[in-house]
């Protein structure tokens, strides 16, 4: 599903995107894929210094949301903010 062209209700969609981001952890995953994009699984544990299994589920959530775009690198798989993940992070810098 195309997250920057919501299908069905935009009340949803909407609903989907923040639920996507509304956790400290995955707003710190956003914020590091801004700075180091194309880091993998394993980096971004590395960085969060938390389990595998955690930032997994995190990132997956962020992916679902469409606010992390994933592909494969030969044995790696590789994560990016998505444009609407790039707007969101402007966003919740604003509220600074």
Same mark, same amino acid.
């Given at each position: 599903? +195309?997250?920057? !062209?919501?299908?069905?209700s935009?009340?949803?969609?909407? &609903?989907?995107? $923040?639920?996507g981001?509304a956790?400290?952890?995955?707003i710190?995953?956003?914020?590091?894929?801004?700075?180091?994009p194309?880091?993998?699984?394993? +980096?971004?544990? !590395?960085?969060?210094?938390s389990?595998?299994?955690?930032? &997994?589920?995190? $990132?997956?959530?962020?992916?679902?949301?469409?606010?992390?775009?994933?592909?494969?690198d030969?044995?790696?798989?590789?994560?990016?903010?998505?444009?609407?993940?790039?707007r969101?992070?402007?966003?919740?810098?604003?509220?600074?």
């Amino acid at each position: 599903m +195309d997250q920057e !062209k919501p299908k069905g209700s935009i009340h949803r969609w909407r &609903a989907r995107v $923040v639920k996507g981001f509304a956790n400290h952890r995955r707003i710190e995953v956003m914020e590091m894929l801004d700075k180091t994009p194309e880091l993998t699984l394993s +980096d971004i544990v !590395k960085r969060v210094r938390s389990d595998y299994q955690t930032i &997994a589920h995190h $990132v997956q959530k962020l992916e679902a949301a469409g606010l992390v775009l994933k592909w494969h690198d030969g044995a790696y798989v590789r994560h990016k903010l998505s444009p609407l993940g790039r707007r969101i992070l402007a966003f919740l810098h604003a509220l600074r």
